[in-house]
């Protein structure tokens, strides 16, 4: 089974709101990443998390904060977001931890739209 | 540097035909692997194949094939006898362990395919 969920499937979000992207997975894979997909547009990583540990941040600005509670679940928690934000999310994860050319395997994504 | 290109922004097709869609990448690593993803209108990026860099074999699996050419640089992909629910968009993607890289999935600009019943 290589599910990966994530939910809301769709957020609206006023300027001055905090909210929260669940990524769920619980096929054992030890890296899990947020990718941001702009219309028309191939997905920009933007966070890595190996064993539960960040990795990678891609100069993503702190308004977006993520976390990994454990190694199942990925959160990214929004704050003060722009209009440009609005995007698809999306959440993937691999079996081994970073530094590996392991498939990644993603989730239906979250539409947001920043009002 | 690491690059891929697919030069189709779009195709459109007819139901029944085969369609190729273009890959072309550049990486200086000898160790390296490409994948395809599919991405239907819902938003999910859905896996397609993973090839490694030394594995030139076609590889086909039901109506989709994949044709790896290190001469070339190229991993093209192609549906045979189309279908509409194969409308989508598709990328491409490179990943390597060279030192500008750390397995990132570096993707292609995507091929928007539609076909028309």
């Known amino acids: 089974d290589t599910e990966v969920t994530q939910t809301p499937k769709h957020l609206v979000m006023g300027m001055t709101n905090k909210k929260s992207l669940k990524c769920e997975q619980h096929?054992?894979?030890?890296?899990m990443y947020w990718y941001k997909q702009k219309a028309k547009k191939p997905p920009e990583l933007m966070f890595v998390?190996?064993?539960?540990?960040?990795?990678i941040n891609e100069s993503v600005p702190s308004r977006f904060s993520p976390e990994c509670p454990n190694s199942s679940l990925l959160n990214l928690h929004l704050h003060a977001l722009q209009p440009e934000d609005s995007a698809l999310y999306l959440c993937a994860s691999s079996p081994l931890a970073i530094f590996s050319t392991d498939t990644q395997y993603f989730g239906p994504g979250t539409r947001l739209t920043v009002l | 540097a690491q690059k891929v290109t697919q030069a189709q922004t779009e195709i459109s097709v007819v139901e029944k035909e085969d369609v190729t869609l273009d890959c072309v990448y550049e990486?200086?690593?000898?160790?390296?692997?490409l994948f395809w993803y599919k991405q239907p209108p819902s938003g999910e990026l859905v896996f397609l194949i993973r090839?490694?860099?030394?594995?030139?074999q076609n590889e086909i699996s039901g109506r989709y094939s994949w044709n790896f050419q290190k001469s070339t640089s190229s991993f093209n992909f192609t549906i045979t006898a189309s279908q509409v629910v194969d409308s989508a968009v598709y990328f491409c993607a490179l990943s390597n362990l060279g030192s500008s890289n750390t397995g990132k999935l570096i993707f292609g600009q995507g091929t928007t395919l539609q076909v028309k019943p």
């Open positions: 990486t200086r690593d000898t160790t390296y692997y």
């Open positions: 096929m054992g894979h030890r890296a």
């Open positions: 090839r490694n860099s030394f594995d030139e």
């Open positions: 998390y190996s064993y539960e540990k960040l990795s």
